[in-house]
Nanobody, 118 residues
Framework: QVQLVESGGGSVQAGGSLRLSCAASAFIACIGWFREAPGKEREWVARFNTFGTRLYAESVKGRFTISQDTAKNTYLQMTSLEPEDTAMYYC????????????????WGQGTQVTVSS
């Protein structure tokens, strides 16, 4: 069982930046960031695997950066934030398939809220 703990959320004005952190209790081969806004489905934001591959959703490409400093600590640097980025952000770990599908991720953190005001 892998435990994930997110931190770093908060409230910022449009154009601002935040850095989210995800601490894992064990080595993670594939970690993803997802977000869920009120009334919307959970959507994939970015993912990172042990080969160093970084992939992003089109809506955040060029603004968000996923990184790791160890195999257990993952970050999501968010810049040029927009009100549309307001959501609960989750990090998640996949056991087998590293994709953008929610169903491929088996371990989830509790989430951290990001609110961007205009």
């Amino acid at each position: 069982q892998v435990q994930l703990v997110e931190s770093g959320g908060g409230s910022v004005q449009a154009g601002g930046s935040l850095r989210l952190s995800c601490a894992a209790s064990a080595f993670i081969a594939c970690i993803g960031w997802f977000r869920e806004a009120p009334g919307k489905e959970r959507e994939w934001v970015a993912r990172f695997n042990t080969f160093g591959t970084r992939l992003y959703a089109e809506s955040v490409k060029g603004r968000f950066t996923i990184s790791q400093d160890t195999a257990k600590n993952t970050y999501l640097q968010m810049t040029s934030l927009e009100p549309e980025d307001t959501a609960m952000y989750y990090c998640a770990a996949a056991r087998v398939v590293c994709s953008s599908r929610v169903d491929d991720f088996h371990y989830w953190g509790q989430g951290t809220q990001v609110t961007v005001s205009s």
